[in-house]
């Protein structure tokens, strides 16, 4: 059991721990990267605010939900709202690009080293970056997936396609660029038209979203795949010089990222720890001595580093 202690609490404007850091990326052996939503929310991928009124105006004046992720729960009475919601949910989470370019700034980082990536965020961004998608593994799911809500079956489906027509036929154009735009002077519809939305080819069931939420989730062939590729990277570099550089990981599933990172820094007397996030970056004390924490933006922290 680890003693969460803030041993090595620091902030972007710490200079001696920013070097550190650089001096880690540039002799590490291996580099294993675990990232969270806050990477994603300092590239710009936000669900409140601003971002959220632009795109949901309509079901916050109709239901008066606070942010993007609880509007997702919420039960609507059809299935054609359901999906109104929900494709404009994907479309901007997962085909549009992030505002700030945090994700190609971290991979200039890396690319030429021997990394992977583990990895909760859904909107797959890393691969959209550059990363090499042989060397990423999303836990969580994928908004570009689609799988049986039953399930009937392990297999997901690729939705880029039924999704862009189901943001058309609200009402959007998606530009040259790949914006969502709404002519002037009109709103969007909060329904697609009750044949694009997608039942189970096999049981004929609706379809949901591949999002770990419950026990329904679909592990499919891919998820496996990258399970494996992991696994195996993990066991190959076992005794090198690895640096754990943990990105934006909160508390809200610190099994998958976080203590799987203290834990092998643990088992590896080569290894160091860092944590870069804002408000919580700390390490325990069992591996404070080889641990990087830096309690700020990520998107600021990588700026530095460069």
Request: a positive charge; glycine letters at 8%; proline letters at 3%.
């Given at each position: ?173 998606i530009t040259s660029s790949g914006t969502l735009e709404l002519p002037e002077g009109t709103a969007p519809k909060m329904a697609v038209p009750s044949e694009l939305i997608p039942f189970c080819p ?29 696994s195996d990277f993990l066991c190959s570099h076992r005794n090198r010089r690895v640096l754990f550089l943990e990105a934006a990981v909160g508390f809200n599933t610190p099994g998958i990222v976080k ?48």
């Open positions: 059991m680890f003693l969460k202690t803030g041993t090595m609490k620091s902030t972007t404007g710490c200079y001696d721990n920013i070097l550190r850091l650089k001096q880690e990326l540039k002799t590490a052996d291996t580099i294993v990267i675990g990232a969270g939503a806050g990477l994603s929310a300092s590239a710009g991928f936000t669900y409140t605010g601003d971002r959220f009124e632009k795109y949901f105006g309509d079901f916050i004046k109709k239901y008066g939900f606070r942010d993007m992720y609880s509007g997702g729960f919420y039960p609507f009475e059809t299935l054609e709202e359901h999906w109104a919601y929900w494709s404009r949910y994907i479309y901007i989470n997962r085909y549009m690009d992030t505002p700030k370019p945090v994700y190609s700034e971290l991979y200039d980082l890396v690319k030429e080293k021997d990394y992977f990536v583990l990895t909760t965020n859904v909107d797959h961004c890393f691969q959209k970056a550059g990363f090499d998608k042989k060397r990423l593994f999303y836990t969580q799911g994928d908004y570009g997936l689609f799988q049986c809500s039953r399930p009937c079956h392990r297999k997901t489906y690729d939705n880029e396609a039924l999704v862009r027509k189901m943001t058309e036929a609200q009402g959007y154009r096999v049981c004929g069931a609706p379809m949901t979203m591949n999002l770990r939420a419950d026990d329904t989730f679909v592990e499919d062939t891919g998820w496996h795949r990258a399970a494996q590729r992991y203590f799987s990172f203290w834990r092998m820094t643990v088992e590896n007397p080569k290894a160091v720890y860092a944590c870069v996030n804002l408000g919580e970056a700390d390490a325990p004390r069992e591996i404070a001595s080889r641990s990087i924490c830096i309690d700020g933006d990520i998107g600021e922290v990588l700026k530095k580093l460069k």
